[in-house]
């Protein structure tokens, strides 16, 4: 089935360091691939997305391309924030029930 | 206002006792979601539903029944709450398929503020 796994954390960074977030994943077509933003005590919210190979999906300073040859979706930052910590979650969806496949998420604290 | 709520914000609850989840949203969405996030496995589906009428099993059912009551409103029961069922719980909406759409945004999905559930 599909499956989703990213890098373990937890990442500890100093503000204005560069953040990368690896993620590769598993499935049979061709999914949607995004990244989800936990901030503390909140639900969760799309960061960016792309819908097909060599898409590139961006959002706040964050950048993920769609690499179909390499089965990855890994998240970057050129200069992260303390606004930034929070978790990070990729995912996938694939298929007509638009079901997300998580993976495990990874804690990014940023230091001032 | 929040589109997607969520209420008990927190409960702790008792092994046996039954429990139940509200989840309601003004996002008009037609697809509702129920998840479970445990640390370290990120998110498991429990059910979701595509209408008022449709209503499916995700990877994780065993243990916990869902209602939709309308559009805008799902619910999440524990029967009989055990400790491992303790964990964050997510209600989430996405939009129906607009075969002539110009963009498509029916992958994308809106989450609530989560419900902290602890069973002692």
């Known amino acids: 089935g599909d499956s989703v796994t990213q890098m373990e954390g937890p990442v500890t960074l100093s503000e204005e360091a560069f953040l990368t977030i690896n993620c590769t994943y598993t499935a049979t077509g061709y999914p949607s691939l995004f990244w989800y933003v936990q901030y503390p005590g909140e639900g969760l919210q799309l960061l960016l997305k792309?819908?097909?190979?060599?898409d590139k999906g961006s959002n706040k300073g964050f950048e993920a391309t769609y690499r179909k040859e390499t089965t990855s979706f890994h998240l970057e930052k050129g200069s992260v924030q303390v606004s930034d910590s929070a978790v990070y979650f990729c995912a996938l969806s694939e298929g007509a029930g638009y079901k997300l496949s998580f993976g495990a998420g990874t804690t990014v604290t940023v230091r001032a | 206002d929040a589109d997607v709520t969520q209420t008990p914000r927190n409960r702790i609850t008792k092994t046996g006792k039954r429990i139940m989840l509200e989840c309601s949203q003004t996002k008009g969405h037609d697809r509702m979601y129920w998840y479970r996030q445990d640390p370290g496995l990120g998110l498991r589906l429990i059910y979701y539903?595509?209408?008022?009428?449709?209503?499916n099993k995700g990877e994780i059912s065993d243990g916990y029944s869902v209602s939709r009551q309308a559009q805008a409103k799902f619910s999440l029961s524990l029967e009989s709450a055990i400790p491992n069922q303790t964990a964050l719980y997510f209600c989430a909406t996405s939009d129906q398929d607009h075969p002539y759409a110009r963009t498509s945004e029916t992958d994308t999905q809106y989450f609530g503020p989560g419900t902290r559930l602890t069973v002692l």
């Open positions: 539903s595509f209408d008022v009428k449709d209503i």
């Open positions: 792309a819908t097909k190979a060599d």
